[in-house]
C-alpha cells in the first residue's frame, strides 16, 4: 500500500464529508465522570466534523484525575410547611424543619416521624 500524501488526505476527507481544524488556545479540558475528575491541562485539541456531528479529539498535555465532590441540593421548604409541621406534630420550627429536611419536603412523613419520636 502506498503513502498518502496530505494533499490527497484532505480530497479524501473532503469527497468523505469530513473536515478537521485545530482549536486554539485551549487552557484544560476537563472530564466529569461519576465520582472522579480527569483535567488535561494545556492539550492539543481538533475539531472533526463529519456531516454536521463535532468530534474533539484531545491529545497529549499534563492528566491529573481527582475525586469529583458531589453537591446534595436540597429542596427549598417554605414556612408555611415547616408551621404546618411544628403545629401537627407539637414540636418547636427547629425541629419541624429538620425533620422536612430529612423526608426531601415531604409533610406528611416529616409529621409521622416527629410523632414515633
Do not use: C, Y
Request: charge should be neutral; avoid cysteine; glycine fraction near 6%.
Amino acid at each position: 500500500m502506498r503513502k498518502m500524501g496530505s494533499r490527497e488526505t484532505r480530497r479524501m476527507m473532503q469527497r468523505m464529508g469530513l473536515s478537521m481544524a485545530p482549536l486554539t488556545d485551549v487552557q484544560e479540558v476537563i472530564i466529569r465522570a461519576g465520582a472522579k475528575e480527569i483535567m488535561i491541562i494545556k492539550p492539543e485539541v481538533s475539531v472533526l466534523d463529519l456531516q454536521g456531528q463535532k468530534i474533539f479529539q484531545v491529545a497529549g498535555g499534563e492528566v491529573v484525575e481527582k475525586a469529583r465532590e458531589m453537591k446534595v441540593d436540597r429542596p427549598a421548604i417554605p414556612m408555611e410547611d415547616v408551621q404546618l409541621v411544628a403545629q401537627q406534630a407539637n414540636v418547636s420550627v427547629e425541629k419541624a424543619r429538620a425533620a422536612l429536611e430529612e423526608t426531601n419536603g415531604d409533610l406528611a412523613q416529616a409529621i409521622l416521624l416527629l410523632s414515633q419520636k
